[in-house]
């Protein structure tokens, strides 16, 4: 009786930790297309700033006031030769995210976003001569195919914005790729993360955001009808977005890896129907087959990640990588694959 109260109370906790990581998730998507698209907001470098300001203000008051979590410690001068690289690639990421929801519908944003598993198995492929289970290839086709019908058949297509969010899956393979060789003997979650980067992200970001968009900041403070309304807006997502980051240590902790991989893509899906109700952006239906079919080969691609992990010692594994490159390829990060920290 006893075991299927706890049974039922972890099958409840998972649900609560899922709904709350796509509450805030599609929340921090749908607040920043408003900023760009309602508010007349556009400047995705500053509101980047913010959300790396407010991010470093949240992450500290976690680990060193409230103490929620414990604090990982790094040595001072791997914060530089280790830590900064990292924050520079982090923080172009969140940038091109942000430079590709101005230009680009939420929908689409979030399709080419799927497209990250096939960049870091590429980028493996290539950089650091990894070699995969042909079964890994096998789940990219479906990914590969709908990101092209997709785009394809985008009826609000716009090429820069477009090409924002293909470099922003380069810029979050990368950072993959750069955890492994920069990051080992660290083991970061999403909170310790946001921690140490966030800072390194604000004094990387703060100064091209001042000279690139402060006269437009200024001229916009001027002319808009309500700026100050529209102010607590901007805040209000970067404080959503460190919560984003909070929920997603949570949703790690009490699902499965096969749950979160299958949650996440589900959650696309229910952004881009939000998305869609809200900003009525217009979706073909080979469009929306295309999402679909990218969709189902990014679930497909964790399940078959998920099985090859589970195969017996001794047996081939994938990534397969040359004896001579194991030691440049020690583990670093708890559940690397599943953190995606949006701030």
């Given amino acids: 009786m006893e075991e299927g109260r706890l049974c039922q109370w972890s099958v409840c906790r998972s649900l609560l930790a899922i709904v709350q990581w796509w509450g805030f998730n599609v929340t921090v998507i749908i607040i920043n297309k408003w900023i760009f698209q309602k508010l007349d907001f556009k400047f995705p470098l500053s509101v980047s700033c913010v959300h790396f300001i407010t ?37 172009v990421n969140i940038v091109l995210g942000n430079v590709s ?37 096998a789940s990219l086709i479906p990914i590969v195919g709908g990101i092209l019908l ?46 140490y980067m966030a800072p390194f992200a604000t004094l990387i970001l703060g100064v091209p955001a001042m000279l690139l968009e402060g006269n437009g900041i200024m001229e916009w403070f001027e002319t808009h009808p309500s700026p100050w309304p529209a102010l607590i807006i901007i805040f209000s997502s970067g404080v959503l977005a460190f919560c984003l980051n909070f929920s997603i240590f949570y949703v790690i902790h009490s699902t499965t890896a096969v749950t979160f991989n299958v949650a996440g893509n ?16 217009p979706i ?18 964790g399940y078959v990640r998920h099985l090859l992990s589970q195969q017996p010692p001794g047996t081939p594994r994938t990534p397969r990588t040359p004896r001579n490159r194991m030691e440049q390829l020690l583990p670093l990060v708890n559940n690397n694959d599943k953190l995606d920290d949006k701030i």
């Avoid at 101005?102 to 070699?131: C, D, G, N």
């Avoid at 820069?160 to 003997?185: D, Y």
């Fill in 55 to 91: 991010s470093s203000f949240g992450a500290y008051m976690v680990i060193k006031v409230l103490k929620l979590k414990p604090l990982i410690v790094v040595d001072p001068e791997d914060r530089w030769k280790r830590i900064f690289p990292m924050s520079f690639v982090f923080c």
């Fill in 266 to 281: 589900l959650k696309v899906a229910v952004a881009v129907l939000i998305s869609w109700m809200i900003f009525k952006n």
């Fill in 101 to 137: 929801l101005r230009y680009i519908p939420v929908s689409f944003m979030q399709t080419i976003k799927s497209f990250t598993p096939a960049t870091t198995v590429i980028l493996q492929w290539l950089v650091w001569k990894k070699y995969f289970d042909w079964r890994i290839w």
């Fill in 150 to 195: 997709t785009s394809i058949t985008e009826l609000s297509f716009n090429m820069f914005g477009f090409c924002a969010a293909l470099f922003g899956c380069l810029a979050t393979s990368t950072k993959t790729i750069l955890a492994e060789s920069l990051l080992h003997g660290y083991k970061f979650d999403s909170i310790n993360t946001v921690y």
């Fill in 284 to 301: 073909s239906g080979l469009n929306a087959v295309g999402c679909g079919i990218t969709l189902v080969g990014c679930t497909f691609y």
